[in-house]
Nanobody, 128 residues
Framework: QVQLVESGGGSVQAGGSLRLSCAAS????????MAWFRQAPGKERWAVVV???????TYADSVKGRFTISKVNVKSTLYLEMNSLAPEDTAMYFC??????????????????????WGQGTQVTVSS
């Protein structure tokens, strides 16, 4: 059984930083397409960053240069380092995984239906 468990969310002031973690079990993250999505209240869920099995990574323009994805395969953990946070980054953040290479690596074209496995989400709130 695949489980993805996010942690690390919280409330910060604008300009602050957070590091989200996604602990995976039942799926080899080294051989899986992984992504972070976010969903603000009343809005659709969309991909923030996608990392393919070969390490190819694409970021949404709105987070490029501020967010960094990484994964430690031996810990089966995916991370999202978020710096220079702004109020518009406020959202529920979700980790997603799908075994095998990504069908789509263009983060702008990635859909949540591209991923089979999801975490429960972790809330990030940024105040001005």
């Amino acid at each position: 059984q695949v489980q993805l468990v996010e942690s690390g969310g919280g409330s910060v002031q604008a300009g602050g930083s957070l590091r989200l973690s996604c602990a995976a079990s039942g799926i080899p993250i080294s051989r899986s397409c992984m992504a972070w999505f976010r969903q603000a209240p009343g809005k659709e869920r969309w991909a923030v960053v996608v990392v393919d099995t070969d390490g190819t990574t694409t970021y949404a323009d709105s987070v490029k240069g501020r967010f960094t994805i990484s994964k430690v395969n031996v810990k089966s953990t995916l991370y999202l380092e978020m710096n220079s946070l702004a109020p518009e980054d406020t959202a529920m953040y979700f980790c997603a995984a799908d075994l095998g290479a990504c069908e789509e690596t263009d983060v702008m074209a990635v859909l949540d239906t591209d991923f089979v496995h999801w975490g429960q989400g972790t809330q990030v709130t940024v105040s001005s």
